[in-house]
């Protein structure tokens, strides 16, 4: 059991639409501006090869690409930066999402269905929380899910992230987009 006694993911959850302004994401506005300049006309994701390693200039160590996989379904991190390896305490970089946690199986109560209804109906994704079921209950981070794909069709999800203080919500940081229940 985790130091405090609790077996649960300390995490809230968000989305937006794919066609919010980007001024509604405050320190992420500009790679939400960027990626959003990748979508295709036709109101489709931005492909993966669409966003080079270069536009990512300023989060390259805060960045996480995550694969979908399909039968099974799945979520494996095909990059992760090298400041959120500090801040989690385990590299994910080829990992399947949870797998370095304290409960490995508490994800996929949480952001396997997540994951899953973004896959389904596409949307930006908020989420932010304490890493306590990575032995560092001391850091908070708040990040966004962008999906990227083939048509409409999620294929990878860019991540960026930013460290924020214990007492901040997504709430503070993002106030246009609130957090709500994701799983109903």
Not at 53 to 72: C, M, N, Q, S, T
Not at 166 to 178: G, H, M, N, R
Request: hydrophobic residues 35%; glycine residues 8%.
């Amino acid at each position: 059991m985790p130091p405090d006694g609790k077996r649960e993911i300390n995490w809230q959850f968000s989305s937006c639409p794919l066609e919010s302004d980007p001024s509604r994401f405050g320190p992420f506005r500009d790679i939400v501006e960027l990626w959003a300049a990748r979508r295709p006309e036709d109101g489709g994701l931005p492909s993966r090869r669409g966003i080079d390693f270069y536009d990512l200039k300023g989060w390259h160590g805060r960045i996480a690409i995550a694969k979908i996989e399909r039968a099974p379904f799945d979520v494996r991190f095909v990059l992760w930066g090298t400041t959120l390896t500090a801040w989690w305490g385990a590299d994910y970089t080829n990992e399947l999402l949870g797998a370095n946690a304290l409960y490995p199986d508490l994800w996929k109560k949480t952001e396997y269905p997540y994951f899953a209804r973004m896959c389904r109906t596409p949307f930006i994704g908020v989420v932010g929380g304490y890493l306590d079921q990575h032995n560092k209950p001391h850091n908070k981070v708040i990040g966004l899910d962008l999906p990227m794909g083939d048509g409409r069709q999620v294929t990878h999800v860019l991540m960026p992230h930013v460290k924020v203080d214990l007492d901040q919500d997504i709430a503070d940081v993002l106030p246009d987009c609130p957090p709500r229940t994701m799983f109903d």
